[in-house]
Nanobody, 121 residues
Framework: QVQLVESGGGLVQPGGSLRLSCAASGRTFNTMGWFRQAPGKDREFVSGITWSFGVTLYADSVKGRFTISRDNAKNTVYLQMNRLKPEDTAVYYC????????????????WGQGTLITVSS
């Protein structure tokens, strides 16, 4: 059974930080990343990373605040989120891509279950 299991969601105040983790089981993936979906909005790309050299890609809305990384030995990808804003509130989904990192959800092969991040005072 191929699964992506997420953890690390929760409630934080504006300006705070959280780190999300996503552990893949059943197989390894060459490219992984994160999407998010805010209430009433479409799912959007957040970040992606390659297996080999860790080449990264970020949405403009999170660049400079979020950092994606991975531990190849643990088959786990992380998303460090700093200086969180209320507009970051969303369900965050881990994603494993079919081939290359992509901003398109159609290119995702396996999705995580989603974890809720709420940024509020």
């Amino acid at each position: 059974q191929v699964q992506l299991v997420e953890s690390g969601g929760g409630l934080v105040q504006p300006g705070g930080s959280l780190r999300l983790s996503c552990a893949a089981s059943g197989r390894t993936f060459n490219t992984m990343g994160w999407f998010r979906q805010a209430p009433g909005k479409d799912r959007e790309f957040v970040s992606g990373i390659t297996w080999s050299f860790g080449v990264t890609l970020y949405a403009d809305s999170v660049k400079g605040r979020f950092t994606i990384s991975r531990d190849n030995a643990k088959n786990t990808v992380y998303l460090q989120m700093n200086r969180l804003k209320p507009e970051d509130t969303a369900v965050y989904y881990c994603a494993a891509f079919r081939l290359a990192v992509s901003r398109r959800g159609e290119d995702v092969e396996v999705w995580g279950q989603g974890t809720l991040i709420t940024v509020s005072s």
